[in-house]
């Protein structure tokens, strides 16, 4: 194996998950500015996740609906032109453009 390949600086640090305030305490790397206290009643720095495997739907065996950062916002901004609103008016516009059936007279 390669030498001086993994960080040697772990330290013990608390995950919470955000969605259930569910807490772990694990050993990481990860930076963080923020401190809790643990039922030991030491303080550790604290990473905050938005799913763990107390609120994902694997473990759990039922779907949470979880919208972080406005997520669905951003899809609707990014997909947005492919809304029913202009699904209708490419539709319309597609009927205009189509050939009119020519009638035959008599």
């Known amino acids: 194996m390669k030498k001086d390949l993994h960080p040697e600086d772990y330290r013990f640090v608390i995950f919470k998950d955000m969605s259930n305030d569910h807490r772990f305490l694990s050993r990481s790397t990860a930076p963080s500015k923020e401190t809790e206290e643990w039922e030991d009643g030491k303080e550790y720095p604290i990473i905050k996740l938005e799913i763990s495997?107390?609120?994902?739907?694997?473990?759990?065996?039922k779907v949470q609906f979880v919208d972080t950062a406005g997520r669905i916002d951003k899809f609707?901004?990014?997909?947005?032109?492919?809304?029913?609103?202009t699904k209708a008016d490419a539709g319309e516009e597609a009927e205009a453009e189509a050939p009119k059936e020519e009638t035959k007279e008599d």
């Open 53 to 61: 495997n107390q609120s994902h739907p694997f473990f759990t065996g």
């Open 76 to 85: 609707r901004t990014k997909y947005g032109k492919w809304s029913k609103d």
